[in-house]
């Protein structure tokens, strides 16, 4: 039998304080309801549904950002009215296939857990409804899982419906529930909503399958904190929070060493060989990967890199979508903008930024320094100050250095330009391609000095 993911997406979010609809709020980068997405993707569903509501059109817009191995099975219904989770759930019910099995999820519970949703799909074998609850400390605010004698569910109360003896119950509703979608086509309809909200509540689903003498099974999670939904700036800090420790300790027992694991933030993907260090305050955002016994220093931001072994990378740099070979020292302080392959043993400095370049192996640009638009040799020097001029204000232009070229500080290469094996570039030169030079020539460019005898600076005038 297929599965179908229903994931609810419609609510307004009051508590955000936002005008962003709450499940396009981030975590690790990303919005809250892709990580469900993601999360339901994994389980091989025949389909997708994204219920939205409240300002549909951001949402759906924003569904164009998926990748498209799972946009191909997203599908949008709308809640006309925000009548509650039954009502959503109703919305959808349409275009679910009459065999399927149907799991409801929440788009503002980013670190939606896989096994445990694997565990209870597996459990709908024996029963017509299986939920996953949680133990919580502080239950407040949460539906109470109310137990008959044998263990297995009575009913579900929702917080504000409950008793002074049933808020005592420290088990809670996560909300997250699979069914097949022949259960929800005959009891849906007998949902009612003569409750304190006035709505439908989809967990009322448990209580009308109990009085019709069906067994509804529940799964307790092991750990709440991954099943809290977030309807608040708080919550959305607790959740970043806690999902940077889950990436934080699968990197520690993978070898990584963390100087601080409270202080790291992964917003992608991030691969590590042996004895890899990273300092404090780093982010790393899309697909980064790095090699054995790299260092990466404090502050540093790498988004989309490949750095390889032994390679240093000093604090505060900020690095994205460049390849990085074997023994670099970048940093600190430099900026690598995309498009960049630095060969082995290459020294980009403090406050170089380089973009869209090519540097040789062994070649140094030690600081202050703009590489743009360039492809340089093995064993060059850039100078400080060094700007390869490379946009005229319309277009972009190449600068190619050869190999063993010296650049002496505060020169400027106009590209297009070329310059050739073994040149000698003597500090303060211009170099334009209209410059004569032969192999290991030396390109010097000096204005005339002038000296004017009792100077008299000007004054302003009163």
């Known amino acids: ?113 896989l096994d445990d949703i694997q565990r209870l799909t597996a459990l709908l074998e024996d ?5 996953l609850s949680a133990y919580a400390r502080d239950p407040f605010g949460y539906g109470r899982i109310v137990r ?40 849906l309809p007998m949902i009612k909503n003569d409750n304190n909200q006035g709505e439908y509540y989809l967990t009322d689903l448990a209580g009308i399958l109990v009085k019709e003498n069906k067994i509804v099974d529940v799964l307790q999670s092991s750990n709440f904190d991954l099943l809290t939904g ?14 940077q420790s889950i990436q934080a300790n699968k990197l520690l027992a993978q070898g990584v060493t963390l100087a601080d694991p409270n202080r790291f933030d992964l917003r992608g993907s991030l691969k590590c060989g042996q004895d890899v260090f990273i300092d404090i305050n780093c982010i790393f955002e899309g697909n980064v990967t790095l090699g054995n016994n790299v260092q990466i220093g404090a502050g540093c931001v790498i988004k989309n890199c490949t750095i390889d072994d032994d390679s240093i990378i000093s604090p505060y740099t900020i690095m994205e979508d460049s390849t990085i070979c074997k023994k670099n ?25 380089v973009k869209k370049s090519t540097l040789g192996v062994g070649t140094k640009s030690g600081h202050l320094s703009y590489l743009g638009d360039a492809v340089i040799g093995k064993n060059v020097n850039i100078g400080a100050g060094t ?34 094996n073994g040149v000698t570039i003597a500090a303060g030169t211009t170099v334009t391609k209209h410059t004569q030079m032969d192999e290991n020539s030396l390109i010097l460019t000096r204005a005339q000095s002038v000296k004017i005898d009792s100077y008299v600076r000007p004054t302003k005038k009163k």
């Open 1 to 113: 039998m297929s599965l179908e993911v229903v994931i609810l997406a419609a609510g307004k979010g009051k508590r955000m304080n936002s005008q962003l609809p709450k499940v396009l709020h981030k975590v690790a980068n990303k919005p809250m309801l892709f990580h469900v997405i993601e999360t339901a993707f994994q389980l091989s569903p025949s389909a997708i549904h994204i219920v939205v509501g409240h300002k549909s059109e951001l949402i759906e817009e924003a569904l164009k950002d998926l990748p498209c191995d799972i946009s191909r099975i997203v599908q949008v219904s709308h809640q006309k009215e925000l009548l509650g989770t039954g009502d959503a759930v109703a919305s959808a019910l349409p275009k679910i296939n009459e065999e399927s099995d149907v799991l409801v999820l929440y788009g503002d519970n980013p670190l939606t857990p």
């Open 329 to 353: 020292t970048i940093g600190p302080f430099a900026r690598l903008r995309p498009g960049n392959v630095l060969n082995d043993e290459v020294h980009v400095g403090n406050f170089v930024e």
């Open 230 to 243: 977030v309807n608040s700036k708080p919550q959305l800090a607790f959740a970043e929070r806690t999902y």
């Open 148 to 187: 008959n004698e044998e263990g297995f569910l009575k009913e579900i109360v929702e917080e504000k419906d409950a008793s002074e003896q049933i808020r005592k119950i420290k088990e809670i509703n996560s909300g997250i529930m699979v069914t097949t979608a022949k259960v929800l086509r005959k009891y």
């Open 387 to 420: 700007i390869t001029c490379n946009y005229d204000g319309a277009n972009k232009f190449k600068t190619v250095i050869g190999d063993d070229v010296f650049v002496g500080s505060d020169s400027q290469l106009v590209a297009p330009v070329e310059i050739k």
């Open 127 to 131: 029963n017509p409804l299986c939920v």
